[in-house]
């Protein structure tokens, strides 16, 4: 009896339709950073503890690291490089631009895609509710204050749009 | 006469101050890019994730490695055998100590003729015996990273257990488990005399005498280490790997059995580094598997390895006895410090050199003995993080200055002030302070920016905290340190520098853009800059030390100031113009005298360039050295310059759970002059951050030589949910070594948090935890013992948890040898 050794799965990311064949333990983490080079998307802990692989799963922030590829099937994923481009980056990116909101850069990519949700989610939150949405983004080097400052800063604008 | 003038409170700009002019001597103009919060070149490419770290990096036919570690604390390696799992398919290497060229090599720092005492053994894999859990034994390389996993699992090693010991103080006795065979434990020992230590306590009216101790602590860089390695065109072993350090490449080189020009390190922007990736990480195994296998090499480090396996910072006990005269002035001190290196030496030395050096703290005392040891255990291994030996110190001698406040009923800002050295006095083993010392300032207004004080309410007890301190930035000057930086100019008018430094995220090479703008009259966005690759751009050295604004940073501005002054003299030539009087301002060279004479700088370069002129420059940038005179004994000039600082926190105290909550941070540091205040600001209040995790949650707990805390998890660094409102005030002296009298500030942002929040907690209930981090556990026991306590129970020991400790330790020494359980830490 030949047991079934891969899986096909297919999904969009960044608008783009991908279609790949995976073993059905593989991480959402693992298919699109190995298989697909979505190198954005990065390891600190591979146990959700520090949200540097967090992406967004049709609207909604998942650690891709502890996600099942397969749980992606025929849905929707954002990453860093899908919020804004070299072109048209996003207010967000332009903020964190701005306040200086980065340093060495490596829990960013999942700072932004945290901060593009909450605000889909909530147009005007306040300082509170912004510390509390990356609360599971660890940064280790910024002290996160001017990191909430970009964040509100394009939650304000938006706003008045 | 107030010399530092304030650059900015965070968001509200003050004032500017411009203490040299770049573009005409003699001439104060306002500086464009230097001083300006700008963004950095790299930030567009961080948040919009096309940076590519270390690990971002794929070679095609690329292998995986693994490593395999010991499980044993001390064990004698009595055989392995790899033959099982070299069968496994997809298996193309496998390594142990016999296959490794040289297998030990000892530490190189330095170009100093003097730095007997120093002397560190690096041992690529064990060989004969293990000296920690965690120990690289073997390495595998495969086809994927299951593969290397699985045949690590299939190496078959037998071990003898040997004793072992994990308490310094008892790796420190006479008849101790020797860790490394031939070797005594006691590594180094350091000493500062001042004085007559005895006389000084005679003459003290009151005398604290107190042990604190401070945990092993992990760097926790969100990027683990990581690195790939390949065999390029004309056999070049060829490295892409997150590091500060991109000089190790000679000491690949050696272990490979290879001239130094046959390995070439390349650093790209690094996730994060606080020292923990200083030493060697991955870069042995790597550069070993592909040299072996020809073929390209990968390896990652999961966080769990990471934590278990990666240097960590010193945990040290620190007795100190202080004496002062009723009016609060100090007579005497007394230190004795010991620091736990784990197994293996690595930059212990120099971390109990700092920690030594900087023991009295930025205090005035006649009658100084410390005496420093770094020892060696079964733990796993202590090296550089963030400070380098000083907010250890600084934990202590803020400490001892707060009890020494209460005792006197003192008021804890004004004893410091009553002692802190100026400018001009030495330090206890007679270093002179030769730039301004801020203390009095930065005390002041961190503490005046508190504010009004609210009331405690209910079980929510508030308190306030002070603490300061120096921290030293650049290397030690018997290091004969130094740096290069290549800047040119194009026939476009843009600018490239190529310096290699490594960029940890400090903002190390966008500085260097900023110099070289400002220099050269060139928009920001006209820079470009190469860093971090020992084959193609000078070395600058490594980025440790706070040291790289410092020495890149003069490097460049020396570069650009000789692509100027080659561009000047032509234009000056062309315009029938004394070059003293014409400036490059946006690209274009401008009279002074007549701001209507302009000339583009295209024209200029076509012009140089036609005849020849070099259109570059390659500068070296010396710092001042100066050679030790002896080794154990802490005598003179020996530290580059200072970075002073305070701390002031608002805590509350929950009394309830034990639970510290900091309100509030103020963070005052005289920088020199902010090159990027945004970055400084960033370093600041990340600094605070980190130190308020060491003050609060951050202790890698060990067990017999076994950690406990393996994740993030368990090891607990603050989230955005922790943080105060952190406030930075910048003051600027001018008075720095670095271009434009910048200080270094990245690691003395971290310095003194600590004992502020220890202070405020004393503050808020009255308690003095003289053991990090400040748990739930350990308050709420010191709010209990406070409430009842023992009869005859000694002030002068901290905590219930050290009473415990240090009576076990006792028992041990006296051979009533109790379970070891006693010993634990928790």
Same mark, same amino acid.
């Given at each position: 009896?030949?047991?079934?050794?891969?899986?096909?799965?297919?999904?969009?990311?960044?608008?783009?339709?991908?279609?790949?064949?995976?073993?059905?333990?593989?991480?959402?983490?693992?298919?699109?950073?190995?298989?697909?080079?979505?190198?954005?998307?990065? !390891?600190?802990?591979? #146990?959700?503890?520090?949200?540097? %692989?967090?992406?967004?799963?049709? $609207?909604?922030? *998942?650690? /891709?690291?502890?996600?099942?590829?397969?749980?992606?099937?025929?849905?929707?994923?954002?990453?860093?490089?899908?919020?804004?481009?070299?072109?048209?980056?996003?207010?967000?990116? !332009?903020?964190?631009? #701005?306040?200086?909101?980065?340093? %060495?850069?490596?829990?960013?990519? $999942?700072?932004? *895609?945290? /901060?593009?949700?909450?605000?889909?989610?909530?147009?005007?939150?306040?300082?509170?509710?912004?510390?509390?949405?990356?609360?599971?983004?660890?940064?280790?080097?910024?002290?996160?204050?001017?990191?909430?400052?970009?964040?509100?800063?394009?939650?304000?604008?938006?706003?008045?749009? | 006469?107030?010399?530092?003038?304030?650059?900015?409170?965070?968001?509200?700009?003050?004032?500017?101050?411009?203490?040299?002019?770049?573009?005409?001597?003699?001439?104060?103009?306002?500086?464009?890019?230097?001083?300006?919060?700008?963004?950095?070149?790299?930030?567009?490419?961080?948040?919009?994730?096309?940076?590519?770290?270390?690990?971002?990096?794929?070679?095609?036919?690329?292998?995986?490695?693994?490593?395999?570690?010991?499980?044993?604390?001390?064990?004698?390696?009595?055989?392995?055998?790899?033959?099982?799992?070299?069968?496994?398919?997809?298996?193309?290497?496998?390594?142990?100590?016999?296959?490794?060229?040289?297998?030990?090599?000892?530490?190189?720092?330095?170009?100093?003729?003097?730095?007997?005492?120093?002397?560190?053994?690096?041992?690529?894999?064990?060989?004969?015996?293990?000296?920690?859990?965690?120990?690289?034994?073997?390495?595998?390389?495969?086809?994927?990273?299951?593969?290397?996993?699985?045949?690590?699992?299939?190496?078959?090693?037998?071990?003898?257990?040997?004793?072992?010991?994990?308490?310094?103080?008892?790796?420190?006795?006479?008849?101790?488990?020797?860790?490394?065979?031939?070797?005594?434990?006691?590594?180094?020992?350091?000493?500062?005399?001042?004085?007559?230590?005895?006389?000084?306590?005679?003459?003290?009216?009151?005398?604290?005498?107190?042990?604190?101790?401070?945990?092993?602590?992990?760097?926790?860089?969100?990027?683990?280490?990581?690195?790939?390695?390949?065999?390029?065109?004309?056999?070049?072993?060829?490295?892409?790997?997150?590091?500060?350090?991109?000089?190790?490449?000679?000491?690949?080189?050696?272990?490979?059995?290879?001239?130094?020009?046959?390995?070439?390190?390349?650093?790209?922007?690094?996730?994060?580094?606080?020292?923990?990736?200083?030493?060697?990480?991955?870069?042995?195994?790597?550069?070993?598997?592909?040299?072996?296998?020809?073929?390209?090499?990968?390896?990652?480090?999961?966080?769990?390895?990471?934590?278990?396996?990666?240097?960590?910072?010193?945990?040290?006990?620190?007795?100190?006895?202080?004496?002062?005269?009723?009016?609060?002035?100090?007579?005497?001190?007394?230190?004795?410090?010991?620091?736990?290196?784990?197994?293996?030496?690595?930059?212990?030395?120099?971390?109990?050199?700092?920690?030594?050096?900087?023991?009295?703290?930025?205090?005035?005392?006649?009658?100084?003995?410390?005496?420093?040891?770094?020892?060696?255990?079964?733990?796993?291994?202590?090296?550089?993080?963030?400070?380098?030996?000083?907010?250890?110190?600084?934990?202590?001698?803020?400490?001892?200055?707060?009890?020494?406040?209460?005792?006197?009923?003192?008021?804890?800002?004004?004893?410091?002030?009553?002692?802190?050295?100026?400018?001009?006095?030495?330090?206890?083993?007679?270093?002179?302070?030769?730039?301004?010392?801020?203390?009095?300032?930065?005390?002041?207004?961190?503490?005046?920016?508190?504010?009004?004080?609210?009331?405690?309410?209910?079980?929510?007890?508030?308190?306030?905290?002070?603490?300061?301190?120096?921290?030293?930035?650049?290397?030690?000057?018997?290091?004969?340190?130094?740096?290069?930086?290549?800047?040119?100019?194009?026939?476009?008018?843009?600018?490239?520098?190529?310096?290699?430094?490594?960029?940890?995220?400090?903002?190390?090479?966008?500085?260097?853009?900023?110099?070289?703008?400002?220099?050269?009259?060139?928009?920001?966005?006209?820079?470009?800059?190469?860093?971090?690759?020992?084959?193609?751009?000078?070395?600058?050295?490594?980025?440790?030390?706070?040291?790289?604004?410092?020495?890149?940073?003069?490097?460049?501005?020396?570069?650009?100031?000789?692509?100027?002054?080659?561009?000047?003299?032509?234009?000056?030539?062309?315009?029938?113009?004394?070059?003293?009087?014409?400036?490059?301002?946006?690209?274009?060279?401008?009279?002074?005298?007549?701001?209507?004479?302009?000339?583009?700088?295209?024209?200029?370069?076509?012009?140089?360039?036609?005849?020849?002129?070099?259109?570059?420059?390659?500068?070296?940038?010396?710092?001042?050295?100066?050679?030790?005179?002896?080794?154990?004994?802490?005598?003179?000039?020996?530290?580059?310059?200072?970075?002073?600082?305070?701390?002031?926190?608002?805590?509350?105290?929950?009394?309830?759970?034990?639970?510290?909550?900091?309100?509030?941070?103020?963070?005052?540091?005289?920088?020199?002059?902010?090159?990027?205040?945004?970055?400084?600001?960033?370093?600041?209040?990340?600094?605070?951050?980190?130190?308020?995790?060491?003050?609060?949650?951050?202790?890698?707990?060990?067990?017999?030589?076994?950690?406990?805390?393996?994740?993030?998890?368990?090891?607990?660094?603050?989230?955005?949910?922790?943080?105060?409102?952190?406030?930075?005030?910048?003051?600027?002296?001018?008075?720095?070594?670095?271009?434009?009298?910048?200080?270094?500030?990245?690691?003395?942002?971290?310095?003194?948090?600590?004992?502020?929040?220890?202070?405020?907690?004393?503050?808020?209930?009255?308690?003095?935890?003289?053991?990090?981090?400040?748990?739930?556990?350990?308050?709420?026991?010191?709010?209990?013992?406070?409430?009842?306590?023992?009869?005859?129970?000694?002030?002068?020991?901290?905590?219930?948890?050290?009473?415990?400790?240090?009576?076990?330790?006792?028992?041990?020494?006296?051979?009533?040898?109790?379970?070891?359980?006693?010993?634990?830490?928790?």
């Amino acid at each position: 009896m030949k047991e079934k050794k891969t899986y096909s799965l297919e999904f969009m990311v960044n608008g783009e339709r991908e279609k790949v064949e995976i073993r059905p333990g593989e991480t959402l983490l693992y298919v699109l950073r190995e298989r697909l080079g979505h190198t954005e998307v990065k !390891e600190g802990c591979g #146990k959700v503890d520090c949200g540097a %692989c967090a992406v967004l799963l049709d $609207g909604r922030v *998942v650690n /891709a690291c502890l996600t099942l590829a397969l749980q992606a099937n025929k849905k929707k994923v954002v990453t860093v490089r899908g919020i804004g481009t070299p072109e048209r980056p996003h207010p967000l990116q !332009e903020s964190f631009i #701005k306040h200086g909101a980065i340093q %060495c850069g490596f829990c960013t990519p $999942g700072m932004i *895609v945290t /901060a593009k949700a909450l605000l889909d989610e909530n147009r005007r939150p306040t300082r509170e509710e912004v510390r509390r949405a990356i609360s599971g983004n660890l940064c280790r080097c910024t002290g996160y204050k001017k990191t909430v400052d970009a964040i509100l800063s394009v939650a304000e604008k938006k706003e008045s749009v | 006469m107030y010399r530092s003038q304030e650059l900015c409170v965070t968001g509200q700009r003050l004032s500017d101050t411009n203490t040299y002019s770049p573009r005409s001597e003699g001439k104060v103009t306002d500086f464009r890019i230097i001083g300006k919060p700008v963004p950095r070149h790299d930030a567009r490419d961080k948040v919009l994730g096309l940076a590519r770290y270390a690990e971002d990096f794929s070679l095609p036919g690329m292998l995986f490695a693994k490593v395999m570690r010991s499980q044993y604390a001390s064990a004698k390696i009595e055989s392995i055998d790899t033959s099982i799992a070299e069968k496994l398919p997809g298996v193309k290497a496998v390594l142990t100590a016999r296959d490794v060229p040289k297998n030990e090599t000892v530490a190189q720092f330095g170009r100093s003729s003097t730095e007997r005492g120093f002397e560190s053994i690096y041992r690529v894999l064990a060989d004969r015996k293990v000296h920690y859990i965690g120990e690289p034994v073997a390495l595998v390389a495969a086809d994927t990273e299951e593969t290397a996993e699985r045949a690590v699992n299939l190496i078959k090693v037998k071990y003898e257990s040997l004793p072992a010991v994990f308490d310094p103080l008892l790796a420190m006795e006479a008849g101790a488990p020797q860790v490394e065979d031939g070797r005594s434990n006691i590594i180094t020992h350091f000493e500062v005399v001042k004085g007559n230590i005895d006389e000084g306590f005679s003459e003290a009216d009151v005398i604290v005498e107190n042990t604190y101790q401070v945990p092993f602590v992990d760097h926790a860089y969100m990027e683990t280490e990581c690195g790939v390695a390949w065999v390029d065109d004309d056999g070049v072993i060829t490295l892409r790997v997150s590091t500060q350090v991109i000089d190790h490449f000679r000491s690949v080189a050696d272990i490979l059995g290879l001239p130094h020009n046959q390995v070439r390190i390349i650093a790209p922007y690094v996730g994060g580094g606080f020292g923990g990736k200083e030493d060697i990480t991955v870069e042995s195994f790597i550069a070993l598997l592909a040299y072996k296998t020809r073929k390209p090499v990968k390896l990652v480090y999961s966080r769990e390895e990471s934590i278990l396996c990666h240097s960590k910072r010193h945990p040290y006990i620190l007795e100190y006895k202080v004496g002062a005269k009723r009016d609060g002035r100090l007579t005497a001190l007394k230190v004795r410090l010991v620091s736990d290196a784990g197994a293996y030496a690595y930059l212990s030395p120099w971390v109990l050199l700092y920690s030594t050096g900087a023991a009295t703290g930025p205090y005035r005392i006649p009658h100084v003995r410390v005496d420093g040891y770094t020892v060696l255990t079964n733990n796993i291994y202590t090296s550089a993080n963030r400070g380098f030996g000083a907010p250890q110190v600084c934990f202590a001698y803020e400490s001892q200055m707060d009890e020494l406040a209460a005792s006197l009923n003192m008021d804890p800002c004004e004893i410091r002030m009553i002692n802190y050295l100026s400018q001009g006095e030495s330090l206890a083993f007679g270093q002179i302070l030769k730039t301004h010392v801020a203390l009095p300032e930065t005390t002041k207004r961190a503490y005046e920016a508190l504010g009004k004080k609210v009331p405690s309410q209910g079980g929510m007890r508030r308190g306030r905290g002070i603490a300061s301190g120096m921290t030293s930035y650049g290397r030690m000057l018997f290091l004969h340190d130094t740096s290069r930086s290549h800047v040119s100019i194009e026939m476009d008018g843009s600018v490239t520098i190529r310096a290699g430094i490594q960029d940890i995220g400090g903002g190390q090479a966008s500085s260097l853009c900023q110099i070289a703008a400002e220099i050269l009259g060139v928009p920001l966005k006209d820079v470009k800059i190469y860093i971090g690759d020992t084959a193609l751009t000078p070395l600058s050295g490594m980025t440790t030390a706070t040291r790289q604004l410092c020495m890149s940073g003069n490097a460049t501005l020396m570069a650009a100031k000789e692509v100027r002054k080659t561009l000047l003299k032509k234009a000056g030539e062309l315009m029938r113009e004394d070059p003293e009087t014409l400036d490059l301002v946006d690209r274009e060279v401008i009279a002074n005298e007549d701001p209507e004479k302009r000339l583009d700088i295209v024209d200029v370069v076509r012009a140089c360039a036609a005849e020849g002129l070099p259109l570059y420059h390659l500068a070296l940038y010396k710092a001042p050295s100066r050679d030790l005179t002896q080794i154990e004994r802490i005598e003179g000039d020996i530290f580059a310059d200072f970075t002073y600082g305070s701390h002031a926190v608002e805590v509350a105290v929950d009394l309830e759970t034990g639970k510290v909550t900091v309100l509030k941070v103020i963070a005052c540091y005289d920088v020199g002059k902010a090159i990027n205040p945004q970055s400084v600001e960033g370093q600041m209040e990340g600094g605070a951050i980190y130190g308020l995790g060491y003050a609060l949650t951050e202790e890698v707990i060990i067990q017999e030589g076994v950690i406990k805390t393996p994740s993030l998890s368990e090891y607990l660094v603050p989230t955005s949910l922790d943080i105060p409102k952190v406030q930075t005030i910048l003051l600027e002296s001018g008075d720095g070594t670095g271009p434009f009298g910048a200080k270094g500030v990245g690691e003395p942002s971290v310095n003194s948090i600590a004992p502020a929040i220890s202070n405020a907690v004393y503050d808020a209930v009255g308690i003095r935890i003289r053991g990090l981090p400040l748990t739930l556990e350990k308050v709420m026991r010191a709010i209990g013992e406070k409430e009842s306590p023992h009869p005859g129970s000694k002030t002068n020991i901290a905590t219930s948890d050290s009473v415990g400790r240090n009576q076990a330790r006792q028992n041990l020494l006296k051979g009533q040898a109790k379970d070891s359980s006693d010993l634990e830490r928790r």
